[in-house]
């Protein structure tokens, strides 16, 4: 870390800041300045918290030389991880893009299943579907819970597609565990600690969705907390943040946390273009900007009456629309693969 005392520090609070930083093994280079002193410390942060060397008199500023999130920063793992999600599909480094699609909830297992075949005809590998709903309004559908996860299950035995969906609790954790292929956190749930340290004991790919306003290095860092507690397999998720318009999206979609990501860490990151803008005509063009800027997949809400879908149905494709959207990304996925060969 480098801290940067004040113009007017006396030599006492520099040496307190010094002596402290050495009896927890810091190695100290110091820089006596005409104007500023500088103090670069190398250690480990985890000894020494940056806030409590902030509070020392003398101090004006401390900044951190590495990021925060050692498991899933770049620093501890140059290439890129790569996650075998099981029947032959992997997502991460150079592999093809992962596409989920399927309804925002599970309603019944007709039109599931009905979906479901629709998807994987147009070429998705994964079927989305929430049993437990997070719904803003108590009066809102709250989801199908046990009954919705079985529904999933007989659908997969029927079309081989993998599931995801999301996990609220820690309690209901075991259950969605048993029959999920890939666990979800939601946005609201994206800073729930107990419940991402849960996961983490699980070896099973878990799908992290970014909050609606959290930085980029907070959702790194709740990825380190399923990474910390055992649970390597994480898939991170950009799914839009809360923007100053909400007339005409839902959410602001920042595609400029895709390459960020792939800078600043190894995991794989996939978008979410119907939570991110919140309206049906955006999630094509909105998905060709996200393969573009370089995202492992896609998690697309798809529902075969979406006027009459119990929940967001105003961002969900029809079968058509999503056929249609799947023949134009192709031809990206092909020229981004074809790019990356040719590297």
Known sequence: MIIIMESDATQEQIDK????????????????????????????????QPQSIASFEGVREVKLIQEPFKMASRESQKTDTVIDLGNGIKIGGNNKPVIMAGPCSVEDYDSLLEIAKSVKASGAQILRGGAFKPRTSPYDFQGLEEKGLEYLAKVREKTGLLIITEVM????????????????????NMQNFKLLKAVGKYKKPVLLKRGAAASIREFLLAAEHIMYAGNPNVILCERGIKGIDSTYTRNTLDLAAVPIIHKYSHLPIVVDPSHGTGRRYLVEPMSKAALISGANGLIIEVHNNPDKAVSDGAQSLTLE??????KNLNIIIEMNLAIEKNK
């Open 17 to 48: 800041v010094v002596n402290r930083l050495k009896e927890n093994g810091f190695k100290i280079n110091l820089n006596l300045g005409d104007v500023l002193t500088v103090i670069a410390a190398i250690g480990d942060k985890r000894l020494v």
């Open 169 to 188: 609790d820690t309690l209901d954790l075991p259950l969605v565990e048993e029959y999920a292929d890939i666990i979800q956190i939601g946005a609201r």
């Open 321 to 326: 629309m999503f056929e249609k959207t799947m």
